[in-house]
T-cell receptor
Framework: GQQVMQIPQYQHVQEGEDFTTYCNSS?????IQWYKQRPGGHPVFLIQ?????EVKKQKRLTFQFGEAKKNSSLHITATQTTDVGTYFC?????????FGAGTILRVKS | EAQVTQNPRYLITVTGKKLTVTCSQN?????MSWYRQDPGLGLRQIYY???????DKGDVPEGYKVSRKEKRNFPLILESPSPNQTSLYFC???????????FGQGTRLTVV
């Protein structure tokens, strides 16, 4: 089936360090979404990217959509303990919203 | 309050005993889906529905059934649960195909 590959699977950073997670698809995507799941919680929508080369920012979070619309990244500047959780990308294939495997972020204070 | 409600939140059952996990949304969303979350595998889609009486298989449909008789409800049925269905299950809904998904609180199922 359709797949969105997400790396890394896990990252443990010192508070204040930056963090990036990447998503890749073998096919061109119509859009890509990002979600955050806090420990013990449910996924919560962060943002959707639609345009080729699009860059959007939410405070310390920067989201990018590749020029070819086959990859995307989420970058967090100066991580804080409140950033801990699992970050998922998700892509639409027809009517199906397919999620990447997620990147678990742990922050050492 | 706009929300997706799943019940139960926690369930321990025995192999072969039929169970239903309910999901209800109050946002008049067209699309509803069921996912299971397992360590290292992310969120895998079980079934999805584009509207009343319209459902389709996701990536891991084996052992599950769904129905969409009303727009707001999308129950997940396990006719004969097995231990490999032990997982964290999420129901999600979205207005249209390319809009954000809203998730329920999750149902942690253990099959012994």
């Amino acid at each position: 089936g359709q797949q969105v590959m997400q790396i890394p699977q896990y990252q443990h950073v010192q508070e204040g360090e930056d963090f990036t997670t990447y998503c890749n698809s073998s096919t061109t995507l119509s859009n890509i979404q990002w979600y955050k799941q806090r420990p013990g919680g449910h996924p919560v929508f962060l943002i959707q990217l639609v345009k080729s080369g699009e860059v959007k920012k939410q405070k310390r979070l920067t989201f990018q959509f590749g020029e070819a619309k086959k990859n995307s990244s989420l970058h967090i500047t100066a991580t804080q303990t409140t950033d801990v959780g699992t970050y998922f990308c998700a892509a639409l294939y027809g009517n199906k919203l397919v999620f990447g495997a997620g990147t678990i972020l742990r922050v050492k204070s | 309050e706009a929300q997706v409600t799943q019940n139960p939140r926690y369930l321990i059952t025995v192999t072969g005993k039929k169970l239903t996990v309910t999901c209800s949304q109050n946002m008049n969303h067209e699309y509803m889906s069921w996912y299971r979350q397992d360590p290292g595998l992310g969120l895998r889609q079980i079934y999805y529905s584009m509207n009343v009486e319209v459902t389709d298989k996701g990536d891991v449909p084996e052992g599950y059934k769904v129905s969409r008789k009303e727009k707001r409800n999308f129950p997940l049925i396990l006719e004969s649960p097995s231990p490999n269905q032990t997982s964290l299950y999420f129901c999600a809904s979205r207005l249209q195909g390319n809009t954000e998904a809203f998730f329920g609180q999750g149902t942690r199922l253990t099959v012994v």
